[in-house]
């Protein structure tokens, strides 16, 4: 059996890590049977014996394999079958896909809902993420509210890359959704776990694929528990 371990905020089912999320949608892609073990920011203790702090982290047998894209690339190695990418060198590849979409999806994501996940939190662990993530955002968590509605409309220029994608294509990958709808895939539930402020709301394209990405795999992700 294979082991996801994932973050959670105070109530359990609450499952927002982006780079989790990715890993989710590919496990679903392929139909594997799969656990899930869950943390906290600080209690990590089912990481234990791993010597890893970062989510998400698979276990597999006796190995463990963390950073999302290695995971991605395991899993394809390891279980063939309905492929995330198309060759051994798109999946080395993806690399630079997966850093434009951290760059320039998920940070500004981030700071459009960084409030609404610190809320989702239990008490400890918001502590710990007010002191790692605000020396990040060089603000303080909450006066980034009154910012989002700003953000995204600056965002919109970020997403025009994806739009033309998508004027000719239903899924970034082509017809069928894989590794790029899963890698966009994380931040989009990064948002729509904990908020119900919608950074992708300026765009009709975007938020088209998303309800088609919604739809897959028994719509697993529309069935998600969310703290909103
Ligand atoms: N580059 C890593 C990033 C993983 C990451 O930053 N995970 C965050 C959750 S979204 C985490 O586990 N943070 C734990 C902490 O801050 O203590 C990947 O792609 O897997």
Known sequence: MLTLFELSGARPEIRFSPYVWRI????????????????????????E??????????????????????????????????????????????VILNNWMDQNILMPVFMMIVADIHD???????VYFRETREPRIGCTIESTRSARDERRESFKASLAPIEAILANHDYLSGSVPAFADHCLMGPVMFAHIPS???????????????????????????KAPRAV
């Open 49 to 94: 014996g791993s010597g890893l702090n970062r989510v998400p982290v698979i276990k597999y047998g006796e190995k463990w394999v963390s950073e999302s894209l290695d995971i991605a690339r395991y899993l394809d190695a390891t279980f063939p079958e309905k492929p995330l990418f198309e060759s051994p060198l798109a999946a080395e590849q993806a």
């Open 120 to 126: 989702t939190l239990d008490a400890e662990s918001q």
């Open 24 to 47: 989710k949608m590919m496990l679903e892609h392929k139909g594997l049977d799969y656990d899930t073990k869950t943390v906290t920011f600080t209690n990590k203790s089912a990481l």
């Open 196 to 222: 119900s402020f919608d950074p992708f709301a300026g765009s009709i394209p975007i938020q088209a694929w998303r309800e088609r990405m919604f739809d897959q795999y028994g719509s697993f992700a529309r």
